[in-house]
C-alpha cells in the first residue's frame, strides 16, 4: 500500500516536497514513479528511479527542478519539487513497479496511492 502526502497551495516559484510512504512492502524491491493528472486532462510520467536506485528517469517539462529520491530506512519515496510553475498543479500520484526498471508509461507499475493535490498559483 502506497500513501502520497505533501501537497498543498504554493506560489510559482516556490517548493514542495511529496512523500509517499509504503507498507507491506519494501520500497528497495522495486522502481518507484511519480505521475500527475491536471483537470481535464490525461495522466502523465513525472519521475521514476530504479529499484537499485542507480538509474533516474525525467519528464522533460520538470527535469533540472524535480528530484526523486528514496529512503529505505522510512520505506518512504520523495520528490522534491523546486521553482513550480502553474501548469505543475495537478493531483500527483506514487507507484511501484515490481519489474523495477523506471519506466514512463503507468501500465507498467503495479500499485498505486491515493494521490496528493498539488496548487501553484501565479
Known amino acids: 500500500q502506497l500513501q502520497a502526502s505533501g501537497g498543498g497551495l504554493v506560489q510559482a516559484g516556490g517548493s514542495l516536497r511529496l512523500s509517499c510512504a509504503a507498507s507491506?512492502?519494501?520500497?528497495?524491491?522495486?522502481?518507484l514513479g511519480w505521475f500527475r493528472q491536471a483537470p481535464g486532462k490525461e495522466r502523465e510520467f513525472v519521475a521514476a528511479?530504479?529499484?537499485?536506485?542507480?538509474?533516474?528517469n525525467y519528464a522533460d517539462s520538470v527535469k533540472g527542478r524535480f528530484t526523486i529520491s528514496r529512503d529505505n530506512a522510512k520505506n518512504t519515496v520523495y520528490l522534491q519539487m523546486n521553482v513550480l510553475k502553474p501548469e505543475d498543479t495537478a493531483i500527483y500520484y506514487c507507484?511501484?513497479?515490481?519489474?523495477?526498471?523506471?519506466?514512463?508509461?503507468?501500465?507498467?507499475?503495479?500499485?498505486w496511492g491515493q494521490g496528493t493535490l498539488v496548487t501553484v498559483s501565479s
Open positions: 507507484a511501484a513497479s515490481s519489474s523495477g526498471i523506471p519506466y514512463q508509461f503507468g501500465r507498467d507499475y503495479n500499485y
Open positions: 507491506g512492502g519494501a520500497v528497495s524491491n522495486y522502481a
Open positions: 528511479l530504479s529499484r537499485s536506485g542507480g538509474t533516474t
